[in-house]
């Protein structure tokens, strides 16, 4: 068999029959991507990666620091998720236009970013 590694981590292998198998690896590092599209309306998907096992939480914050939503809050494998976020707050009421700021946590771990959500 030999085996080939594209761009996101996963494995493909070439078996004898010339059939490929996909095999995903973990990733190595605990990262954060910037949502797409940025700007959005009405939604945006968000990328995020973890090595291990564990519990994670990914929040959205309006620009004054106040928690608008959660997306993630519990425990994960280890691997790589995508999360939607359409907009809106907890309490499913659609957010005004404006810059907003995502975080990621897994312990120690905390990463950052911001986005533009236009109506």
Known sequence: MHAVADQDGDIF??????????QQMPPVDFS?????????????NI???????????????????????????????AGV?????DGT???????VSGIYFYKLQMGSNVHMKKMLFMK
């Open 13 to 22: 292998l070439l078996d004898v029959n010339n059939t490929f198998i996909r």
């Open 32 to 44: 954060l991507s910037q949502n797409y599209p940025n700007p959005f309306n009405p939604v945006t």
């Open 47 to 77: 990328r995020f990666s973890i090595p291990d096992a564990g519990n994670v939480n990914l929040f959205v914050y309006n620009m004054l620091g106040e928690k608008v939503k959660t997306l993630v809050d519990g425990h994960k494998s």
């Open 81 to 85: 998720y995508h999360v939607e976020w």
């Open 89 to 95: 707050n907890s309490a499913g009421q659609k957010m």
